[in-house]
């Protein structure tokens, strides 16, 4: 069964499980025989990457891209850009199984700010305008009554913005706050840094689906044996992700060799995953989401002016189509693997609250 993947965005990352699928023969085993293409590197978001690069957007190109290059799914579209689509009357692009389920991050501060509302007037770390984070920043800036245009210096870039690096940026105080990866969070709170948001603790019970996997309509309704054929491998993979140190090194063979092919300079010479961020991946361990979940992040667009307001609780559950997601799980979590790997998995879960 022929079956193209594809990245909404410029990132290696947003493929990687997928590619690794491909080279640990998780597809090839479930029947599937897949490539892995870089689908869509888009020129704005490339650019919206860089300090002053233009504010980066996903909605009216995904399902035009799709088409494009033949891509049957993409597992890292944000959340929002199906119902945005489905605001501008296109209703084909369908929420089939989750990816990012957590933001596994903590907004820090300098040493004084302990609040968003002390942002003020001070210098924050974002990856790139546009993107989920941003989204987020802008919301909350908002309740807290802090305009963001005005009132915040922003510090646009991958060495600012980008949770794992950003960490760095704070302890030389280049920046006054930024979204951290959980991992350096009690290095910076030892030397007088706060925690201001811990994204994973106030996600709970439904977790952060901000970025999903996603097909077109018809695609799902031609093809169910396909769709829950890549959930079986892609379960596979998402569990074998998060297990380190046993499966540490082909995971940095498999995102070395991707990145290798991007043609983004930056994406190229970025560090490879550490040990310790590939225990706590953000994967969802069954393949699922929370519509709860993706409703509260919808909330927050809404809020923010960046998703209309007729969208509503009932757009949820007909944009959500994991059904084959679902059946998918009941198969193969009765197999000695999955158990093996539950167990494995089970110290890891609790150690990262997820």
């Excluded at 579209?77 to 209703?91: I, K």
């Excluded at 989401?289 to 909330?299: D, N, P």
């Excluded at 923010?304 to 059946?327: F, N, T």
Aim: with cysteine.
């Amino acid at each position: 069964m022929k079956l193209r993947i594809g990245n909404a965005c410029w990132h290696a990352f947003h493929i990687q499980h997928a590619f690794l699928c491909q080279e640990a023969g998780f597809f090839a085993q479930e029947g599937i025989d897949a490539e892995i293409v870089h689908a869509k590197i888009n020129p704005k978001g490339i650019d919206a990457s860089r300090p002053d690069g233009e504010r980066y957007d996903e909605v009216g190109t995904v399902l035009r891209d799709m088409v494009a290059y033949g891509i049957d799914i993409i597992p890292d579209v944000h959340v929002r850009t199906p119902f945005a689509e489905r605001v501008l009357g296109n209703d084909e692009v369908v929420i089939i199984g989750g990816w990012r389920n957590q933001f596994r991050g903590t907004l820090v501060g300098a040493p004084g700010i302990q609040s968003i509302a002390d942002l003020r007037g001070k210098r924050v770390g974002d990856w790139y305008k546009g993107g989920i984070a941003t989204m987020w920043y802008e919301h909350q800036l908002r309740k807290a009554g802090v305009d963001p245009d005005r009132e915040i210096q922003w510090k646009i870039g991958y060495k600012f913005g980008s949770m794992r690096e950003a960490y760095k940026p704070l302890l030389a105080g280049d920046t006054d706050a930024a979204i951290v990866q959980n991992p350096y969070v009690p290095m910076l709170l030892e030397r007088g840094f706060n925690k201001i948001y811990d994204f994973v603790e106030d996600s709970k019970p439904h977790g952060r689906p901000d970025r999903v996997t996603v097909a077109r309509r018809s695609f799902v309704a031609r093809n169910p044996e396909i769709i829950k054929r890549y959930w079986k491998a892609s379960i596979r993979g998402y569990q074998f992700i998060r297990i380190a140190p046993e499966n540490y090194p082909f995971l940095r063979f498999v995102e070395a060799k991707l990145r290798l092919t991007n043609p983004d300079e930056a994406e190229r010479m970025r560090d490879l995953w550490s040990m310790e961020l590939m225990e706590g991946a953000f994967f969802p361990m069954d393949g699922q989401l929370s519509a709860e979940g993706v409703w509260r992040i919808l909330e927050e667009h809404q809020d923010a002016g960046v998703l209309a307001k007729s969208i509503s609780r009932a757009d949820v559950e007909q944009m959500i189509q994991q059904d084959l997601a679902c059946e998918a799980w009941v198969e193969i979590s009765q197999t000695d693997e999955i158990k093996r790997n539950l167990e494995r998995l089970q110290p890891v879960i609790e150690r990262h609250g997820y």
